[in-house]
């Protein structure tokens, strides 16, 4: 008799094994399918068949502007296939999702505790992002709040040191609001992110907003469901489509800037929208998976967690809180 459980592990070693044959195929192309015209990204996701998801896995080419063959000259039209792997084309742009204009009361207001899921941005540079979660620094054991560079940073010129406020600038929050200082960031081909140490001001819980008690990761894979609270659309939900785009995306300081290796979130609502930047991932155990930083209308596009905490030099947990030990001092 064959264990059940065999089975789902062979099943599970499979797709494993059909995912990263994919990623290599992806990787020995994407630099020539992202030189044709109007090509933003490239990247593996389940094939589309008439709307529905399939099990076969696919390069996927995002386009902005999807054109039949009819309307492409010869040399513009993307291949059928790639090493035996079916290529399908879907229309969208990326944008980061950092915004300017007040939405949700709950997540836009003064917190107390500051929680994921809530307001926050760099008094100096105005706007607001979204609080993902609560780190710690791996060297120190000191706590930090974890959200992206355009968030928390913004610019090639901004220091350690930079007051972060809660709300955000874009909110209601100004110089009173000051809950932390930019410790350190990082802007290259895989993250987005940036932390800030803790000022005093205010305490600083390992809770997100809506979701619940957040302290551990996760890998992100195909077909995962998936949540995220944000500033803007507040919580959302989505199925991960792609684990390895490699996108271009608009609206930073010095223009358009290509990430490898992202994940990407279909909804099939908007769930990633301006002001959601910051925001974490996470999947149906509260594992958190992605940092989100931009998206389109259906689409979230966030850095894969492991990347972000190894780049950082931070973690998770586990570890507590200034607010842990206050709680538990309370009622021990």
């Given at each position: ?6 089975t ?11 995912v ?7 990787e020995r ?5 992202k030189?044709?015209?109007n090509v933003v ?12 998801r399939?099990?076969r896995?696919?390069i ?9 063959k009819s ?7 993307l291949p059928?296939?790639i090493?035996?792997l079916?290529?399908?084309?879907i ?17 836009r207001r003064?917190?107390t505790?500051l929680?994921?899921g ?5 008094l ?6 979204t609080?993902?979660v609560?780190?710690f ?15 928390l940073?913004g610019s090639?010129?901004?220091q ?6 809660q709300?955000?600038?874009?909110d209601?929050g100004?110089a ?5 200082r ?8 895989e993250v987005?992110a940036?932390i800030?140490q ?5 305490l600083l819980?390992k809770?997100v ?6 302290d551990?990761?996760?890998?992100a ?8 609270s ?8 989505g199925?991960v ?15 358009r800037?290509?990430f490898h290796?992202?994940?990407?979130v279909?909804?099939t609502t908007?769930i990633?929208?301006?002001g959601?930047s910051?925001s974490v991932?996470v999947d ?6 992605g940092l ?7 689409r979230?596009l966030a850095n ?5 905490l ?9 570890g507590?809180?200034i607010?842990?030990?206050q ?6």
């Open positions: 008799m064959t264990d059940d459980r065999d789902t592990e062979d099943a599970k070693a499979g797709d494993e094994k059909a990263a044959h994919a990623i290599s195929v992806k192309h994407a630099t020539r399918l030189g044709y015209p990204g490239v990247g593996v996701a389940h094939e589309i068949v008439a709307g529905q399939t099990d896995y696919c996927r080419v995002y386009v902005r502007r999807k054109l039949s309307e492409l000259p010869t040399e513009a039209v059928d296939s090493e035996g079916p290529v399908d084309v229309e969208d742009e990326f944008r980061i999702h950092q915004a300017l204009s007040v939405t949700l009361e709950d997540h003064p917190h505790f929680l994921g809530i307001s926050i941005g760099n100096l540079l105005g706007g607001s992002g609080l993902g609560s780190v620094d791996n060297r120190t054991g000191q706590e930090l709040l974890l959200s992206n560079w355009h968030v940073c090639d010129q901004c350690i040191g930079e007051p972060i406020i709300p955000g600038g874009g209601v100004t009173n609001d000051v809950v932390a930019l410790f350190r960031s990082v802007l290259n081909t987005d940036a800030a803790m000022s005093g001001q205010r819980s809770e907003l809506e979701i619940g008690r957040v551990t990761s996760g890998r894979t195909l077909g995962m469901y998936v949540r995220k944000g500033r803007t659309s507040g919580l959302t939900a199925i489509a792609d684990v390895s785009a490699d996108i271009d995306v608009d609206g930073y300081p010095n223009g800037r290509s290796n992202q994940i990407v279909e909804g908007e990633s929208v301006p959601d910051g991932w149906d155990a509260n594992r958190v998976v989100n930083f931009a998206g389109s209308p259906r979230g894969h967690i492991d990347v972000v190894r780049t950082l030099d931070i973690n998770l947990g586990p507590m809180t607010l842990d030990w709680i538990r001092a309370a009622t021990s």
